[in-house]
């Protein structure tokens, strides 16, 4: 019963946060053993910022107790610390592109960031950066080569390195789908697509972001990625709402739909458009197509709640801690069943996921031993 109250109130205070929203007050006033339990829900899904937010609508004396409330001000300005910090290292980096004469433009992170009533709020993660083509990809590259930064690629021929602390990703695709037979496709959807929005830094400084349409794409895939391996946490599926709310003006809905179908996750998307209208209180007008099918997605969100921020939680942290018996439990019978689960609604993806995976894990391997080859 304390868990199932929880829940209830977790996702009124996320509904008001995420829509700068009055919270529906019928569950509260909670208690203390209550507002404890949301708060390890918020962190396990890394929307403490937007729970915050929500709770700081509710009248005076429902909020938690001080001790609570001081331990999640002070998350909070974290939070907004790091945010901080990483809008700067997004404008130094973009200068360093710009200053060498190299297109890229950023991918989901702060830009999506930049969607939200209150940007600082949204956890940040890695910063992304995508390319028009492989010529400034391979420039890119080069540049980091050249000032002796430490990159590790990806099957993909992406490669990641740390700048100041932060996890820097440089893609070629910027919509990940698994599915090799439609790389030529999207490749063809991202030439067409002006990017014509930007993003803000602290500075002032401008920086290109994808054009909605890409953005809706780039988000949504990345979900699915994510949900077919170690799972999502409810911080993307916000990502998802804020990006159909501010773009739901500006996108043709039944060309993205077209794209959707193409791709073959369209019955996939029109799950995830369920749990956002029934879980995060989205309205239906912001969403860029109308539901078609109204099948409920309580099995998507229990996989979300159970597993919490990639698999963190989940599978991810059990392989961690458990060694090769999770593992074996993870490729034998966990995944399998997470792709019998989706392969209805996203066949393609749930077919070449494991695929893409198993050799990305294979690169990994071959790619060490060679590193340690010339070292010895």
């Known amino acids: 019963m304390k868990l199932e109250i929880a829940y209830k109130a977790f996702f009124a205070l996320l509904r008001a946060g995420l829509w700068s929203r009055d919270p529906e007050c019928e569950c509260f006033p909670l208690s203390r053993e209550v507002w404890e339990e949301i708060y390890v829900i918020a962190r396990?899904?890394?929307?403490?910022?937007?729970?915050?937010?929500?709770?700081?609508?509710?009248?005076?004396?429902?909020?938690?107790?001080?001790?609570?409330?001081?331990?999640?001000?002070?998350?909070?300005?974290?939070?907004?610390?790091?945010?901080?910090?990483?809008?700067?290292?997004v404008g130094e980096?973009?200068?360093?592109?710009?200053?060498?004469?190299?297109?890229?433009?950023?991918?989901?992170?702060?830009?999506?960031?930049?969607?939200?009533?209150?940007?600082?709020?949204?956890?940040?993660?890695?910063?992304?950066?995508?390319?028009?083509?492989?010529?400034?990809?391979?420039r890119a590259e080069q540049l980091l080569k050249k000032n002796k930064v430490k990159i590790e690629k990806h099957v993909r021929s992406e490669l990641f390195y740390v700048w100041k602390g932060f996890i820097v990703e440089h893609h070629r695709e910027l919509v990940?789908?698994?599915?090799?037979?439609?790389?030529?496709?999207?490749?063809?959807?991202?030439?067409?697509?002006?990017?014509?929005?930007?993003?803000?830094?602290?500075?002032?400084?401008?920086?290109?972001?994808?054009s909605p349409m890409l953005t809706h794409l780039s988000v949504n895939a990345h979900i699915l990625k994510h949900l077919l391996s170690f799972g999502i946490a409810i911080r993307q599926l916000c990502d998802s709402a804020r990006t159909c709310c501010m773009y739901h003006q500006e996108i043709e809905g039944e060309r993205l739909k077209e794209t959707y179908c193409k791709l073959g996750i369209y019955r996939w998307i029109q799950l995830l458009n369920r749990l956002l209208v029934d879980y995060l209180g989205m309205p239906e007008e912001y969403l860029p197509f109308p539901l078609v099918y109204r099948q409920k997605a309580d099995f998507m969100m229990q996989d979300i709640l159970r597993g919490g921020s990639f698999g963190f939680y989940g599978d991810a942290v059990s392989m961690k801690k458990d060694g090769m018996g999770a593992f074996i439990k993870y490729v034998l019978i966990r995944r399998p069943l997470r792709i019998i689960r989706y392969i209805c609604y996203a066949p393609g993806e749930a077919f070449w996921s494991p695929v893409m995976e198993g050799c990305s894990h294979i690169f990994g391997l071959i790619s060490a031993k060679l590193g340690r080859s010339q070292r010895d």
């Not at 910022?49 to 609570?68: Q, R, T």
């Not at 698994?178 to 993003?199: A, C």
């Open 93 to 138: 980096l973009h200068k360093i592109f710009t200053k060498n004469h190299i297109a890229a433009f950023l991918m989901k992170g702060q830009g999506v960031a930049a969607l939200y009533d209150n940007p600082l709020h949204r956890i940040c993660g890695d910063i992304d950066w995508a390319f028009p083509d492989k010529n400034n990809f391979d």
């Open 176 to 210: 990940n789908i698994d599915n090799p037979f439609l790389s030529k496709y999207l490749l063809h959807i991202q030439r067409q697509e002006q990017v014509r929005t930007v993003y803000v830094d602290a500075d002032g400084q401008k920086i290109p972001l994808p």
């Open 44 to 89: 396990k899904q890394t929307v403490e910022g937007i729970i915050y937010d929500g709770m700081m609508k509710l009248p005076a004396n429902y909020l938690p107790p001080k001790e609570l409330l001081l331990k999640w001000v002070v998350a909070i300005n974290s939070i907004e610390g790091k945010n901080r910090r990483m809008n700067k290292v």
